[in-house]
């Protein structure tokens, strides 16, 4: 069974920044960032394809995603928070038989979730 380990969120002033982790207990993962308010469908922030990475526009040129491979580990630096980045936040996964699998992944497939974590932007 996947397991995730979330951390990073927390509550941050307007322009501020966080960086949320999510260590997954396997290999062969395409991972990827969700984003959640109550009572809203869950959101894709972003799913990562190496270079060919894409964010959702609302985060674009804020948000930045990084692996660290050796520790089954994603990264999300969170950079000019504004206040409707105030989500939950959720790593997700799906297994691929091949890194170049996640090029064609697409929402629908990530089906392991972390337990999510909370970002709130105020001030």
């Known amino acids: 069974q996947l397991r995730f380990q979330e951390s990073g969120g927390g509550s941050v002033a307007p322009g501020g920044s966080l960086r949320l982790s999510c260590r997954a207990s396997?290999?062969?993962?395409?991972m990827a960032w969700f984003r959640q308010a109550p009572g809203k469908a869950r959101e894709v922030v972003v799913i990562?394809?190496?270079?060919?990475?894409t964010y959702a526009d609302s985060v674009k040129g804020r948000f930045t995603i990084s692996q660290d491979n050796a520790n089954n580990t994603l990264y999300l630096q969170m950079n000019s928070l504004k206040p409707e980045d105030t989500f939950m936040y959720y790593c997700a996964a799906v297994f691929v038989a091949e890194p170049i699998d996640c090029y064609s992944a697409s929402r629908s497939d990530f089906e392991y979730w972390g337990q999510g974590t909370q970002v709130t932007v105020s001030s």
């Open positions: 990562a394809r190496g270079d060919s990475t």
């Open positions: 396997s290999l062969r993962l395409c």
